[in-house]
């Protein structure tokens, strides 16, 4: 395991975008290392897969994100992104940071498939 980190969020109008980065402090740890995934959570309600990311920049995403979200991991900075555009209300929601070490073809959206996670970060969007 390693303790992952969120960052960037916020509250944002409906429309609106935001970009939430994950990184580790562990010197040792690489983005390249992992299969990486970002996870949201509303309260009363299953954890749910926002989109999966590989060691090759294959990524997958949940069928309800229809484009607007948009996974990536940036090497020089050594962090995981998740860029969200045309935000709604439904969006609303605590965003999670997950990590599993390389085990093929880790690109799965479901919560036990990984072993390493942030503490959240909320994303608020208003009308």
């Known amino acids: 395991q390693v303790n992952l980190v969120e960052s960037g969020g916020g509250s944002v109008r409906t429309g609106g975008s935001v970009r939430l980065f994950c990184g580790a402090p562990?010197?040792?740890?690489?983005?390249?290392?992992?299969?990486m995934a970002w996870f949201r959570q509303v309260p009363g309600k299953e954890r749910e897969g926002v989109a999966a990311i590989d060691r090759y920049g294959d990524t997958h995403y949940s069928d309800v994100m229809k484009g607007r979200f948009t996974i990536s991991k940036d090497y020089a900075k050594n962090q995981l992104v998740l860029q969200m555009n045309s935000l709604k209300p439904e969006d609303t929601a605590m965003y999670y940071c997950?990590?599993?070490?390389?085990?093929?073809?880790?690109?799965?959206?479901?919560?036990?498939?990984?072993?390493?996670w942030g503490q959240g970060t909320q994303v608020t969007v208003s009308l």
């Open positions: 997950a990590a599993q070490v390389i085990t093929p073809p880790c690109l799965g959206l479901e919560a036990r498939e990984y072993r390493s």
């Open positions: 562990e010197y040792t740890f690489s983005v390249n290392m992992y299969c």
